[in-house]
């Protein structure tokens, strides 16, 4: 008798614990480096003894940015060195004679985290390797009141496609499915309640 009762208050404590569940998320991930630029990153291109082809460029939210003498050029997801070929190649295709060029990476904004919706301090946020959407969360104040945890919405662009995808943010929290690892660029939205 008494180890019936001590099975069934096992089977009992076992099935008030929170249990994690195997979800996928099925969004993809970027390459996560630190020299990758994307979008509204801004760098310094500098072609020697061109200064009409030197000069800030800002990355267009498609990825792109427009450039004398070849239009519209292709950068998002490459390095400064990869971007700076990609000129040198084109200058070097009937403009100049073997071209000098470095590209210099000076404001990194993709490499941020945009909180939206019913968070205390909603704006964008400097992302660190590994930030989760709870440690992301956090860093903006937590939820308010009238957000909706069961369904947090996270947007990500990944080589041109937006993919979309709801994250279970009460489950994550109360253990019952795994944290969600973000990647720079990624857009967060807490929505708000219907039900005031």
């Known amino acids: 008798m008494r180890s019936t009762l001590l099975l069934l208050a096992a089977l009992v404590a076992l099935g008030c614990r929170p249990t994690t569940s195997t979800v996928n998320y099925d969004v993809p991930r970027p390459e996560l480096s630190q020299d ?29 940015i427009n450039y004398p003498l070849l239009g519209t050029l292709r950068v998002d997801g490459l390095s400064s060195a990869g971007v700076a070929g990609v000129i040198r190649d084109g200058l070097a295709d009937g403009y100049l004679l073997d071209p000098q060029v470095t590209v210099l990476l000076k404001e990194q904004n993709s490499r941020k985290v945009s909180m ?3 968070v205390t301090r909603p704006g964008r946020y400097k992302y660190r390797d590994g930030m989760t959407l709870v440690e992301a969360i ?3 104040g937590g939820t308010t009141e009238s957000a909706v945890l069961t369904a947090v919405i996270l947007t990500r662009h990944v080589e041109g496609e937006e993919y979309s995808v709801d994250l279970p943010y009460r489950d994550i929290t109360e253990g019952r499915a795994p944290d969600f690892s973000l990647a ?3 857009i967060v939205l807490v929505p708000t309640s219907p039900v005031k």
């Open 138 to 140: 956090a860093e903006a």
């Open 184 to 186: 720079p660029g990624d």
């Open 116 to 118: 939206l919706g019913e």
């Open 36 to 64: 990758v630029i994307g979008a509204t990153d801004v760098f310094e291109v500098r072609v020697h003894l061109e200064v009409e082809l030197s000069g800030d460029f800002r990355v267009d939210g498609d990825g792109t």
